[in-house]
């Protein structure tokens, strides 16, 4: 009986307590809008509404977003691409994980659309404080530089929907930053620090703090992970060696790849990815083949790829390098998949050092895989799961994987 009581009194003084907290949290919201505005120097166009939301709610526009931007069929391919890569199990239910996930790491959000803000209504306004900072920056960016335009822009180049995605959520997690530190007078673009290191050496923190995140495949977590580490990163660098106003003018001139993001003097230096073409395998993929993506990798994906199974360090310093790239994946009638990538590299060390790695990936990636066929620049896998063709040409390295190649002539080599 007293149990019960208490949790009643408890529970009244909560919803009183949001009250408050609610107008107060949009007070300082008034305030926080001002203040980044000044400090980033873009002005503010037009007023912010705000509002909040509940868990449940939340989960309801996830959901709604998902289904706006991803077809039934379309989730259903990224999750058979990720199970052919090894990068989810074979259990793994990808839409239902990715709901959690991010009902789980959501404490706000700008919807450009409508040009409002939300945040959650669980979170006290010292918890708050930091998200509106973060998504006041996206209403400015919007407001300044329009992104509604972003949307769908990218389709047939996802490695540069990343890069761009990180410019964006990278700006915003630096004037958050600026925004926390302000009491201090600290501006971290003038202090040269190892920014990305940081964010990922809070990752135990964040495991006790958010239980899906830490449970979720590495591949869906780091591409969570990448626009606000990578992305701060690179807005950090690029103002640290420039200024603010290179960061205005990359919203024209955006940044084309995961490798400028990466490698922000490539951005700089406007080191442009190579167009690569795919090649023609249609001796290898009869009719009851059918093709269900072409995308872009880019240095990040094919870094995801060698990560899983190879040292992080390995995998980065591999995947270092690119130069373009362009992958197909199949799907037979019967069920089976096949993943088949054309790649070109910065120089001949840096294919070669790909395909060393991509080699001993495949190996670990499949547990039964027997090297059956090797000559200079070519290996042959058998495995449990299709045969795998891992090909070396000057710069060009050429993946073909999940297919029979028993008494089959090996496609002409041209990547470009």
Same mark, same amino acid.
């Given at each position: 009986m007293w149990k019960a009581l208490l949790l009643v009194i408890f529970f009244? &003084?909560?919803?009183?307590?949001?009250?408050?907290?609610?107008?107060?949290?949009?007070g300082e919201s008034q305030s926080v809008i001002k203040e980044i505005s000044a400090m980033r120097g873009l002005p503010i166009q037009k007023s912010v509404k705000f509002g909040f939301?509940?868990?449940?709610?939340?989960?309801?526009?996830?959901?709604?977003?998902?289904?706006?931007?991803?077809?039934?069929?379309?989730?259903?391919?990224?999750?058979?691409?990720?199970?052919?890569?090894?990068?989810?199990?074979?259990?793994?239910? !990808?839409?239902s994980e990715i709901i959690k996930l991010l009902t789980e790491q959501i404490g706000g959000f700008y919807e450009p659309r409508k040009g409002e803000f939300y945040l959650v209504d669980w979170l006290s306004l010292e918890e708050q404080k930091p998200v509106i900072a973060h998504e006041l920056m996206h209403a400015l960016q919007d407001q300044n530089f329009d992104l509604r335009r972003f949307e769908k822009a990218f389709?047939?180049? &996802?490695?540069?929907?990343?890069?761009?995605?990180?410019?964006?959520?990278?700006?915003?997690?630096?004037?958050?930053?600026?925004?926390?530190?302000?009491? &201090?007078?600290?501006?971290?673009t003038t202090v040269k620090l190892p920014l990305r290191a940081l964010l990922e050496a809070s990752g135990g923190m964040r495991e006790e703090l958010y239980p899906a995140l830490a449970r979720a495949p590495r591949a869906l977590r780091e591409s969570l992970e990448f626009p606000y580490f990578y992305g701060a990163e690179f807005v950090h660098k690029v103002v640290y060696n420039s200024s603010w106003k290179r960061i205005d003018e990359s919203y024209r001139d955006l940044p084309d790849s995961t490798e400028q993001i990466i490698h922000p003097e490539k951005f700089l230096n406007r080191e442009k990815p190579l167009k690569v073409q795919p090649r023609d395998v249609s001796a290898f993929l009869s009719r009851d083949w059918k093709k269900l993506e072409t995308q872009v990798n880019g240095e990040f994906?094919?870094?995801?790829?060698?990560?899983?199974?190879?040292d992080k360090e390995r995998a980065q310093a591999s995947a270092a390098g690119w130069g373009g790239d362009v992958y197909e994946f199949y799907e037979h009638k019967d069920g089976t998949t096949a993943f088949v990538m054309s790649s070109t590299w910065d120089t001949e060390e840096?294919?070669?050092?790909?395909?060393?790695?991509y080699c001993e990936r495949t190996t670990k990636r499949y547990p039964t895989a027997k090297l059956v066929r090797e000559q200079k620049g070519?290996?042959?896998? &058998?495995?449990?799961?299709?045969?795998?063709?891992?090909? !070396?040409?000057?710069?060009?390295?050429?993946v073909l994987e999940g297919v029979s190649l028993s008494n089959q002539e090996e496609p002409s080599k041209s990547c470009n």
């Open positions: 009244c &003084s909560v919803v009183a307590g949001q009250a408050v907290e609610h107008a107060s949290i949009l939301k509940s868990r449940k709610e939340l989960e309801s526009i996830i959901i709604e977003k998902l289904d706006e931007n991803y077809e039934p069929a379309e989730m259903q391919v990224q999750e058979k691409l990720l199970r052919r890569l090894g990068l989810i199990p074979r259990d793994y239910d !990808l839409r389709e047939d180049n &996802s490695d540069k929907e990343i890069a761009v995605q990180a410019l964006i959520e990278g700006e915003a997690t630096i004037v958050m930053f600026n925004y926390m530190f302000r009491a &201090s007078g600290t501006d971290i994906g094919l870094y995801l790829i060698l990560a899983e199974f190879l840096d294919a070669e050092e790909f395909f060393e790695a070519s290996r042959v896998y &058998s495995s449990a799961e299709g045969d795998i063709l891992i090909e !070396l040409a000057g710069r060009d390295v050429f």
